[in-house]
């Protein structure tokens, strides 16, 4: 069964910074669309960022310039290094594995920007 799971949430002052971590395993990770997505307390869930098989990179223009989405082929990780922190990016952030049709999740990390 596929894991993906996540770690580097946490709470932080308006204007600071995380790192997200998502390892999988159990999944051919070189060919996988990997990515995050987030969700906020009543609202739907959004794409953040995912980055494809050959490293090509795709943003939400609310996090284009602060964000910045990584993998590492050898180690099956996707990071997401997130810089200038907003209240507004509070939320629930999920790992994400997708080919074709086939689509995994990780369990979430709560990122909380609060003052």
């Known amino acids: 069964q596929v894991q993906l799971v996540e770690s580097g949430g946490g709470s932080v002052q308006p204007g600071g910074s995380l790192r997200l971590s998502c390892v999988a395993s159990?999944?051919?990770?070189?060919?996988?669309?990997m990515g995050w997505y987030r969700q906020a307390p009543g609202k739907q869930r959004e794409l953040v960022a995912t980055i494809g098989s050959g490293g090509s990179t795709n943003y939400a223009d609310s996090v284009k310039g602060r964000f910045t989405i990584s993998r590492d082929n050898a180690k099956n990780t996707v990071d997401l290094q997130m810089n200038s922190l907003k209240p507004e990016d509070t939320a629930v952030y999920y790992c994400?594995?997708?080919?074709?049709?086939?689509?995994?999740w990780g369990q979430g990390t709560q990122v909380t920007v609060s003052s």
């Open positions: 994400y594995a997708s080919f074709r049709a086939a689509n995994f």
């Open positions: 159990r999944i051919t990770f070189s060919i996988m669309t």
